[in-house]
């Protein structure tokens, strides 16, 4: 289908030869071009991301030239779903419009290679704190898990000690899925209790669950990941704790498999190097913060739900991570002042289950005491929605379970501090990237 529709963007994009050649500046890859790919397209099309073919070279971007303009222009590639005109994040994926000019200009006059030796060849790795940084530590699985070939879907937790020898915290958190093709999503919590050790691999069924739900956790939520998700980063000065001697515990949600196959995921941690005096702390509202009606998606509908949750004291926010399954068709939120100030948070008008981020907030979104945060999420469990797992539908509730629903948001936050609304975090950003490449802290 997409291939088809390929065909007709290229025809139209030959037939409209609308860019102006201007024949003294011959736009080059190594000059021009391989720059725009390396920061949008590369941190996923590499090896070991989940694009599934490279766009590092001239001869990758090249043979692709008219897919890729063709994707770029339909805005399908880079994924992004929040709509920028409500609200723009510091962890976008968007192409400027004078970088998509430049790149379909190179197109339609020839791919000019250029000159070699102006190769760039730090290939950016990520969308994190910096994209050039390794992780301070790995945690891997202790030992593979074995996802067996029974159709089932599978939830299970693990630990995995940290052994760190004293409290640090966190700049950045990343999880690198093992087997792309089934692990659907983990959620990261952290125990410093050390009581739930040696469960690899244990179910959610198993009796013990209800013991270890008992204990409590130093974070229940320290970060989520679902397709689409890239390392999660906070503002320089602030961290997520890791206690000392943390131990990760996993959950894990592997998609139904019909071959035994195995899954040994990791998660990164990238300290932070300079003064923290600000803690990180998460705010998630959840199917029980719902206040019109209950949470039940009656079959052929297509229902609205409405979030709302005060805030009680002055907080500054970080980020904003909406969730829904395959039934999600819009999420939108907002925060309403006493004095009736409205804050955009959030608009994603056409959910995408395979895309899901933490949307990062360009600079700390105060939110004073007394504030609602309102949600409203759109579920289509029609026959039109194409991705709905029950044909004909049935009734949907809440459940962990793909084929159940959820509505959340989660919310990274700090308390404000007086000042917060000037900090402008892509300036701080950039200063950091610029200082890591003069010390070589990568
Ligand atoms: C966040 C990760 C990510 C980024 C950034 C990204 N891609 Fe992709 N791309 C993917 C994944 C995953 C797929 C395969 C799934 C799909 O087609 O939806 C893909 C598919 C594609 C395809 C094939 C589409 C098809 O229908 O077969 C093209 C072409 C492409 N990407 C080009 C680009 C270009 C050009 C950029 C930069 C402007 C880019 N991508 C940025 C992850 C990414």
Request: glycine fraction near 4%.
């Amino acid at each position: 289908m997409f291939r088809t529709f390929c065909t007709i963007a290229i025809v139209v994009l030959h037939a409209n030869q609308a860019f102006t050649q201007d024949q003294e500046s011959v736009l080059t890859f190594y000059e021009d071009i391989q720059p725009i790919i390396h920061t949008h397209c590369t941190p996923c099309h590499q090896p070991g991301k989940s694009g599934p073919f490279d766009l590092i070279t001239y001869e990758d971007v090249a043979k692709r030239a008219d897919f890729i303009s063709y994707v770029t222009a339909t805005k399908y590639m880079p994924p992004w779903q929040a709509d920028p005109s409500y609200r723009t994040f510091l962890n976008e994926r968007i192409v400027p419009e004078e970088e998509l000019e430049k790149l379909y200009k190179w197109i339609s006059t020839g791919l000019t290679k250029g000159d070699e030796k102006n190769k760039h060849k730090d290939l950016p790795t990520n969308f994190g704190p910096n994209p050039y940084r390794k992780p301070d530590v790995s945690y891997r699985m202790t030992k593979p898990f074995n996802i067996p070939g029974n159709q089932t879907e599978e939830f299970r937790f693990f630990n995995i000690p940290t052994n760190l020898p004293e409290d640090t915290y966190v700049e950045a958190i990343e999880f690198i899925p093992d087997n792309k093709r089934y692990v659907h999503h983990s959620r990261i919590m952290a125990d410093t209790t050390n009581e739930i050790r040696g469960i690899d691999g244990l179910s959610e069924t198993d009796p013990k669950v209800y013991d270890y739900q008992t204990k409590p956790l130093s974070d229940e939520f320290m970060y989520g990941w679902v397709p689409g998700n890239f390392p999660v980063f906070y503002p320089p000065g602030t961290g997520k704790k890791l206690y000392a001697n943390t131990d990760i515990i996993l959950n894990m949600h592997y998609a139904p498999s019909s071959v035994d196959t195995t899954d040994q995921s990791t998660i990164n941690f990238y300290f932070n190097k300079g003064k923290v005096d600000r803690e990180v702390y998460t705010l998630g509202l959840v199917e029980r913060h719902i206040v019109d009606k209950f949470f039940l998606i009656k079959a052929n509908t297509r229902e609205s739900f409405r979030i709302e949750y005060e805030i009680e004291n002055d907080i500054s926010l970080i980020s904003v991570q909406p969730h829904m399954h395959y039934l999600g068709e819009s999420f939108i939120a907002h925060a309403i002042t006493k004095d009736s100030v409205e804050i955009p948070l959030i608009n994603i008008p056409s959910w995408d289950f395979n895309w899901q981020t933490t949307y990062q907030f360009k600079e700390l979104v105060k939110v004073p005491a007394g504030s609602r945060i309102i949600a409203k999420a759109v579920f289509d469990n029609t026959m039109g929605n194409p991705l709905n797992p029950y044909i004909p539908p049935r009734d949907v509730t809440y459940g962990w379970g793909t084929k159940d629903e959820m509505m959340n948001l989660i919310m990274y936050y700090v308390k404000y501090r007086e000042g917060d609304e000037e900090i402008d975090l892509v300036k701080l950003r950039k200063e950091k990237f610029e200082s890591s490449k003069v010390t070589g802290d990568q």
